[in-house]
């Protein structure tokens, strides 16, 4: 089994900033892609972003210029720096990681006030 630890959520104006991570612990041989979704109220679960191995990221379009998605492959840790926060990225944002199978984080709360 693979647990996934989030953290880093919290409350936070428009235009600011959060550092979400996620360290994978348990019976982890290798680690594929990682990413971060997120839930909105009364919204299905969506894509924000993911990362690679070597390191390659895709965005959704909401937050290309202002999310960042970083991965330490030593600590089998996945970052999201959210910058210039908007009200509308106020949800529940949950880590993915692939190893033999895809495991989902618990969901860190992330509200951002107008």
């Known amino acids: 089994q693979v647990q996934l630890v989030e953290s880093g959520g919290g409350l936070v104006q428009a235009g600011g900033s959060l550092r979400l991570s996620c360290a994978a612990s348990?019976?982890?041989?290798?680690?594929?892609?990682m990413g971060w979704y997120r839930r909105a109220p009364g919204k299905q679960r969506e894509f924000v972003a993911r990362i690679s191995v070597g390191g390659t990221t895709l965005y959704t379009d909401s937050v290309k210029g202002r999310f960042t998605i970083s991965r330490d492959n030593a600590k089998n840790t996945v970052y999201l720096q959210m910058n210039s926060l908007k009200p509308e990225d106020t949800a529940v944002y949950y880590c993915w990681v692939l190893t033999s199978t895809g495991y989902w984080g618990q969901g860190t709360q992330v509200t951002v006030s107008s």
């Open positions: 348990g019976r982890i041989f290798s680690i594929g892609a």
